[in-house]
């Protein structure tokens, strides 16, 4: 089983950046895919992007390529979210969430962190 703790989110400008960290209890943390969706109030929750255990294969919604960078630190348990060139549509609950395998949808993951608040103003 898996753990996993968000943290990094805050009050930013458009064009500014954040970086989220996604952090994980469990040894067997290296063993699986970590994603990223993030849930505006009223919203879906919506696939942001997404790592494999390796970090050799990641994902990204058309909506933050080129933008936002995931990377995967095994060694500490952690995967990051670099988010750059911010938007106010970006605002939105972030949270990571863990599988064995990547995905792109909310069903393909069984673990979930609590969310962490990123607002975007204009």
């Known amino acids: 089983q898996v753990q996993l703790v968000e943290s990094g989110g805050g009050l930013v400008q458009a064009g500014g950046s954040l970086r989220l960290s996604c952090a994980a209890s469990?040894?067997?943390?290296?063993?699986?895919?970590i994603g990223w969706f993030r849930q505006a109030p009223g919203k879906d929750r919506d696939f942001v992007t997404a790592?494999?255990?390796?970090?050799?294969?990641?994902l990204y919604a058309d909506s933050v390529k080129g933008r936002f960078t995931i990377s995967r630190d095994n060694a500490k348990n952690t995967v990051y979210l670099q988010m750059n060139s911010l938007k106010p549509e970006d605002t939105a609950v972030y949270y990571c969430?863990?599988?064995?395998?990547?995905?792109?949808?909310?069903?393909?993951?069984?673990?979930w962190g609590q969310g962490t608040q990123v607002t975007v103003s204009s």
């Open positions: 790592i494999s255990w390796s970090g050799d294969n990641t």
């Open positions: 969430a863990a599988n064995r395998f990547i995905g792109t949808t909310h069903r393909d993951y069984d673990y």
């Open positions: 469990g040894r067997t943390f290296k063993s699986y895919a």
